[in-house]
């Protein structure tokens, strides 16, 4: 039942932002979306905060499941990509308040630990010390939640397979280059 509490939190959320800026909703908002008390909400959340968080931490799962290497990873961001675009007024309502740091720091977790399993893959035989594995999905993290925020920035106008086409093109054998000069 708890994580059928949560989905309906997350999902009147979800219908609250469609309405209103992030910033701008409350947990009386949350609650009177679904019919469900604020002491329900406290039960599952600590805050808006954590129930982003949690609605995110979904998202992020259901695009990036079984993409973690090195041949599927467009897939995966691609998926991402459509993911906020199919929620565009959501994700620009987010990207649009002050919960903005909360997204980017969130986005960065979630990218950087399937950044970092393609990585980990790729050095499997390899003898690269950890922090420079760490660095090189530090570096393409970093890129990739750019190229989403100023996609998010320029209202999506860009085609999410357009924008992977090319990511592609410069990452294409980049991993794997970087690994053997950091090898011992």
Known sequence: M???????????LCAALHHKPIDKITIKDVVSECNLTRQTFYNHFSDIYDLVEYS??????EALDNKSDYDNWQEGFYQVMVLIKDNHRLAKNVYLSVYRDVMHKYIYEVI???IIEIVEKQAIG??????????IAHFYTLAFISLIFEWVNNDMKEDPQDIVNELAV?????FQKALTKYAK
């Open 2 to 12: 708890s994580s059928d509490t949560k989905n309906v939190l997350r999902a009147s």
């Open 56 to 61: 995110a931490s979904l998202v992020a799962k």
């Open 126 to 135: 390899m003898n690269v010390d950890q922090k420079h594995k760490n660095f």
């Open 170 to 174: 410069l990452v294409q054998g980049d």
């Open 112 to 114: 950087y630990k399937y």
